[in-house]
């Protein structure tokens, strides 16, 4: 009599693979296969645009190099004071493989990127399951902003990866019955490196302090506060003495920033309560305003979209805040309280949180049509003469109505990772630089032919031109700080990067007050359509091919 074989042991190997082979994974899986083709079809290795971006790749360049943590592109290097270091050491590690590569620096980025959608995933199971779950973090990596953000040599992406992994180590932290002490370490050591990162993330310690205490029948929450706060201290305080080292007094740069009237200029004096309220609506509705093209841009255009999103969004989260007290509602709440009264509005400042919107928005739809479909259970009782209202809730009505809509979102959505592989003409517009930047370009390209060593340049990208020029510049905000315009003008070496038109990056009043009042000690020695560059007359010129 042969054997019963038990078990698994019975089951072929194939039909075991495709049990554990299910719709969500499916989903997800290729979801990020979609959002890898799409990066590296539309990955350039043209230098960087943005101003901040140029500032990382010369900090992570001084990091090998051996220069330190150094703001060297002014006539007078000082240390690097504003920008955390955990991204320029990330970077670092790239350009030490592959040195002078800026394609490989955009795909560390984009890695980072891929990593925090899938934290996303781990994290909205645990409020939407599984399959909703996946397709909103598909959504929202095929959306144009996450797919533009990620890579681009910013911090945004970067911050976004580690702050959701704090989040979801603390949100898995309070469903453990009894966890260890090593969870929390890692708890403390994710806030550490997301406030190491980008400064906002100050935001997670006092969000995982208020949802423990507010939060009953955690198991030693004392001991994960006690964690969180000190590894909170250690990062911060530790990049405040930098600062306070390279500059020789305590200067805390946002804070400072903070109270000021004018974040540009420390002369406008110290705003008032007005003028942080005026600040304060201000953001309010930049923020409000710009929600969706960071959220869903892809189908941003859709009429009344914005109004209903927001409205969803804000009740999930009332929701969730009112039952839950979960640390993602701490959060969240925290961090746009700091863009209300931070000095700069900008459409950027918004990714970090754009998946937890998206993650209220859907779960305030699936609530909401759960309202509506109970509602109508009702009145059908209640017009059937003796009927009883069920005594089991029918869930199979809500979830396929939010499935229904978060699909209908996510097929409109294709258009673009769809147009981006297929198109080269939507390439060539993606990868489109702002209209000035090409000017600039021919600028400093002149610049570096040109001019001799010696020379510096005053233009309000700075990074940039002293990255590609190799001629140390500065910019009108440096002008305000130090005597760099009138040392470089007694040197007469000084040569100036501006613009007729007024909406152009490099222009500013204080160039155009310095050129007017010093009429007829310059002239135009190169123009590049708008774009001038404009030498003392006594500054060398090196003759030679434009």
Same mark, same amino acid.
């Given at each position: 009599?042969p054997r019963k074989?038990s078990?698994?042991?019975?089951?072929?190997?194939?039909?075991?693979?495709?049990?554990?082979?299910?719709?969500p994974?499916?989903?997800?899986?290729?979801g990020m296969?979609l959002?890898?083709a799409?990066?590296?079809s539309v990955?350039r290795p043209?230098?960087?645009?943005?101003?901040?971006?140029a500032?990382y790749?010369?900090?992570?360049?001084n990091?090998?190099s051996?220069?330190?943590?150094?703001?060297?592109?002014?006539?007078?290097?000082?240390?690097?004071?504003?920008?955390?270091p955990v991204?320029?050491c990330?970077?670092?590690?790239?350009e030490?493989?592959?040195?002078?590569?800026?394609?490989?620096l955009?795909?560390t980025?984009?890695?980072l990127?891929?990593?925090?959608l899938?934290?996303?995933?781990l994290?909205f199971?645990?409020?939407?399951?599984?399959?909703?779950a996946?397709?909103?973090?598909v959504t929202?990596a095929?959306q144009?902003?996450?797919l533009?953000?990620a890579q681009r040599?910013m911090s945004?992406?970067?911050y976004?990866?580690?702050?959701?992994l704090?989040?979801?180590?603390?949100?898995?932290r309070f469903r453990e019955?009894?966890p260890?002490i090593?969870?929390?370490?890692g708890?403390g050591?994710a806030?550490?490196?997301s406030i190491?990162?980008?400064?906002?993330?100050i935001?997670?310690?006092?969000?995982?302090?208020g949802?423990?205490?507010l939060?009953?029948?955690?198991?030693?929450k004392?001991?994960?506060?006690t964690?969180?706060?000190?590894?909170s201290i250690?990062?911060?305080?530790g990049?405040?003495v930098?600062?306070?080292l390279a500059?020789?007094?305590f200067?805390?740069?946002?804070?400072t920033l903070?109270?000021?009237?004018?974040?540009?200029?420390?002369?406008?004096?110290?705003?008032?309560?007005?003028?942080?309220l005026?600040r304060?609506?201000q953001?309010f509705?930049f923020?409000?305003e710009h929600?969706?093209r $960071?959220?869903?841009?892809n =189908? /941003?255009? *859709?009429?009344?979209?914005?109004?209903? &999103? !927001?409205?969803l969004?804000v009740?999930g989260?009332?929701v969730?805040l009112?039952?839950?007290r979960s640390v993602l509602?701490?959060?969240?709440?925290?961090y746009?309280?700091?863009?209300l009264?931070w000095?700069w509005?900008?459409?950027?400042?918004?990714?970090?949180v754009?998946?937890?919107?998206?993650l209220?928005?859907i779960d305030g739809?699936?609530?909401?049509t759960?309202l509506?479909?109970?509602?109508?259970?009702r009145?059908?009782a209640?017009?059937?003469?003796?009927a009883?209202?069920p005594?089991r809730?029918?869930?199979?009505?809500p979830?396929?109505?939010?499935?229904?809509?978060? $699909?209908?979102?996510f097929? =409109? /959505?294709? *258009?673009?990772p769809?147009?981006?592989? &297929? !198109?080269?003409?939507?390439?060539?517009?993606f990868?489109?630089?702002?209209?000035?930047?090409?000017?600039?370009l021919?600028?400093?390209?002149?610049?570096?032919r040109?001019?001799?060593?010696d020379?510096?340049?005053l233009?309000?990208r700075?990074?940039?031109?002293?990255?590609?020029?190799?001629r140390?510049s500065f910019?009108?905000?440096?002008?305000?700080a130090?005597?760099?315009?009138r040392?470089a003008v007694?040197?007469n070496?000084?040569f100036?990067?501006?613009?007729?038109?007024g909406?152009?990056?490099?222009?500013?009043p204080l160039?155009?007050s310095?050129?007017?009042?010093?009429e007829g000690?310059?002239?135009? =020695?190169?123009?590049?359509g708008?774009?001038?560059?404009?030498?003392?007359?006594?500054?060398?010129?090196i003759?030679?091919?434009?």
């Amino acid at each position: 009599m042969p054997r019963k074989i038990s078990g698994t042991d019975s089951v072929p190997l194939t039909a075991r693979i495709k049990s554990r082979i299910r719709l969500p994974l499916m989903i997800l899986v290729g979801g990020m296969i979609l959002y890898s083709a799409v990066i590296l079809s539309v990955v350039r290795p043209s230098f960087p645009t943005d101003v901040d971006s140029a500032r990382y790749l010369m900090l992570c360049r001084n990091i090998i190099s051996g220069d330190g943590y150094m703001d060297d592109y002014k006539p007078w290097p000082v240390p690097h004071m504003k920008f955390p270091p955990v991204l320029p050491c990330l970077l670092a590690v790239t350009e030490w493989f592959f040195p002078g590569n800026i394609v490989s620096l955009k795909l560390t980025v984009a890695l980072l990127g891929l990593a925090s959608l899938i934290v996303a995933f781990l994290l909205f199971r645990y409020i939407l399951g599984e399959l909703l779950a996946s397709i909103a973090v598909v959504t929202l990596a095929i959306q144009f902003s996450f797919l533009l953000r990620a890579q681009r040599i910013m911090s945004d992406v970067p911050y976004t990866l580690f702050s959701m992994l704090a989040l979801l180590l603390v949100f898995t932290r309070f469903r453990e019955e009894r966890p260890g002490i090593w969870f929390d370490i890692g708890v403390g050591l994710a806030v550490a490196v997301s406030i190491l990162t980008r400064s906002i993330g100050i935001a997670l310690p006092p969000a995982i302090v208020g949802a423990a205490l507010l939060k009953p029948g955690i198991h030693r929450k004392g001991r994960l506060i006690t964690i969180v706060l000190v590894a909170s201290i250690i990062s911060g305080v530790g990049w405040e003495v930098h600062n306070t080292l390279a500059a020789d007094k305590f200067v805390p740069v946002y804070p400072t920033l903070l109270v000021y009237k004018d974040s540009n200029s420390a002369g406008a004096g110290l705003a008032n309560a007005s003028d942080i309220l005026k600040r304060v609506e201000q953001n309010f509705e930049f923020h409000y305003e710009h929600l969706l093209r $960071v959220a869903l841009p892809n =189908v /941003s255009q *859709i009429p009344y979209l914005l109004s209903v &999103f !927001s409205l969803l969004a804000v009740f999930g989260w009332l929701v969730r805040l009112i039952r839950k007290r979960s640390v993602l509602e701490f959060y969240l709440l925290i961090y746009m309280l700091v863009l209300l009264v931070w000095p700069w509005a900008v459409e950027r400042f918004l990714t970090p949180v754009v998946p937890l919107f998206l993650l209220y928005f859907i779960d305030g739809l699936r609530r909401l049509t759960g309202l509506i479909y109970r509602g109508f259970e009702r009145l059908i009782a209640l017009l059937k003469a003796g009927a009883r209202l069920p005594s089991r809730r029918r869930k199979a009505l809500p979830n396929p109505i939010a499935l229904v809509i978060i $699909v209908l979102i996510f097929v =409109v /959505s294709l *258009i673009v990772p769809g147009s981006l592989l &297929f !198109s080269r003409q939507s390439r060539e517009r993606f990868n489109r630089p702002p209209p000035d930047f090409p000017e600039f370009l021919s600028a400093v390209n002149w610049i570096a032919r040109h001019t001799p060593e010696d020379a510096v340049v005053l233009t309000e990208r700075a990074v940039a031109c002293n990255l590609i020029s190799d001629r140390k510049s500065f910019t009108a905000r440096d002008v305000r700080a130090s005597g760099m315009l009138r040392e470089a003008v007694s040197e007469n070496n000084l040569f100036i990067i501006h613009s007729t038109r007024g909406d152009f990056r490099t222009a500013s009043p204080l160039v155009a007050s310095v050129l007017g009042k010093t009429e007829g000690h310059w002239r135009v =020695v190169f123009r590049s359509g708008s774009t001038l560059v404009i030498a003392q007359n006594g500054a060398e010129v090196i003759q030679g091919e434009s």
